[in-house]
C-alpha cells in the first residue's frame, strides 16, 4: 500500500496527463489564434549527467507544449519526473532567432522557472525549490515531428552536475 503523499503525487501527475490531453484536443481549435505560428506537444525522454557524481535517474518521462506566438518567440511549460525522481514543472519562453536556424536544426534559448530541486538562496517558494533556469537549446524538427536537445546548467545545491535534455516533438 502506498503511502498518502506518494498517491497525491500520483493523482497530481495524472491530472497534469489529462489536463495536457484535454488542452491538445481543443488546441487545433483555438491554436490558430494564440498559437499562430505552431503549437507543438513536447514528450520528456530521458537526460544524460555529465560527469555525475553520484546516482541520477536517466529516464525522465514527462509532457510539455511549445505555443509559438511568433516565428522567434514561444511560450512552453510542462511536467516531467527529474532525476532526483521528484515532480518537476516548468514554465517560460524560448528565443530561437532566424539567423541561427539551417534547414532543419535551429538553435535557441530558453528561460523560465522550474520546481522540483533544491536552489538554496536562488530558490522560492516552499523549501526553496522553485527557481530560474536559463538554458541553450538545439531545436530538431522536419515537417510535423522534431527533437530538442536541452543543456541544462548545474545546480550546486542539489550536486547536480550539467545536464542534456532529450524531448520528442509532434506539430498540431
Not at 60 to 65: E, H, L, T
Amino acid at each position: 500500500m502506498r503511502s498518502r503523499p506518494s498517491r497525491f503525487r500520483t493523482f497530481r501527475a495524472r491530472l497534469l496527463t489529462a489536463a495536457v490531453v484535454l488542452v491538445s484536443a481543443w488546441a487545433p481549435a483555438a491554436h490558430a489564434s494564440w498559437c499562430g505560428d505552431g503549437l507543438w506537444i513536447d514528450a520528456m525522454i530521458g537526460s544524460h549527467h555529465l560527469h555525475p557524481d553520484k546516482d541520477f535517474k536517466q529516464f525522465n518521462p514527462g509532457i510539455g507544449v511549445e505555443c509559438w506566438v511568433a516565428p522567434q518567440w514561444a511560450l512552453t511549460g510542462g511536467y516531467f519526473r527529474n532525476s532526483l525522481s521528484k515532480p518537476s514543472f516548468y514554465g517560460g519562453g524560448v528565443w530561437a532567432p532566424e539567423f541561427l536556424h539551417w534547414h532543419f536544426i535551429r538553435l535557441a534559448a530558453m528561460g523560465g522557472l522550474i520546481s522540483g530541486y533544491d536552489y538554496g538562496s536562488w530558490g522560492i517558494g516552499h523549501n526553496h525549490t522553485v527557481g530560474p533556469v536559463a538554458a541553450p537549446l538545439i531545436m530538431l524538427d522536419y515537417k510535423r515531428v522534431g527533437a530538442n536537445i536541452i543543456l541544462i546548467p548545474p545546480i550546486p545545491s542539489n550536486d547536480l552536475p550539467f545536464t542534456i535534455g532529450f524531448m520528442l516533438r509532434v506539430k498540431f
